[in-house]
């Protein structure tokens, strides 16, 4: 009877070591951190209105103030702004709307006439002005 007990218990024993020695393929894949953050990350460049360098600070500040905006540089000169964005958290007419919101027209949006009006007198530019040149 131990005998029989026996071969039962080290069959049992083979048959759990076999069980749990085996490795199951899965296939993974490695992405490093930088290709996670490009994955969900746009550029974009589009025209505001605008004439100083206090344009600058205040259109800058305004993109930037977006959940999801990485970077924002507008170019006084050629009067048009270069944004990265996260487009899982934001798009680009939220942008548009948030310098708009600030008083300078952009290529999608018209600036707040009320902001627009408390904005400097070197910063309120002329409406017809040429954007992204």
């Excluded at 218990?9 to 085996?22: N, Q, R, Y």
């Excluded at 500040?61 to 990265?84: L, T």
């Amino acid at each position: 009877m131990k005998k029989v007990i026996l071969s039962i218990a080290m069959g049992a024993v083979i048959v759990l070591t076999s069980c749990k020695g085996e490795v199951k393929k899965e296939e993974k894949i490695k992405v490093s951190t930088e290709e996670v953050k490009s994955m969900a990350v746009n550029e974009a460049t589009f025209g505001v209105r605008g004439n100083c360098g206090m344009c600058k600070k205040t259109i800058e500040k305004a993109a930037n103030a977006v959940s999801g905006v990485s970077k924002a540089v507008w170019d006084v000169d050629k009067k048009k702004i270069e944004v990265s964005f996260d487009t899982s958290k934001t798009n680009l007419l939220e942008i548009h709307k948030a310098i708009a919101a600030s008083g300078y027209d952009t290529e999608k949006a018209s600036g707040s006439e009320s902001a627009y009006e408390n904005l400097p007198g070197c910063c309120q530019y002329d409406h017809n002005m040429k954007m992204n040149q």
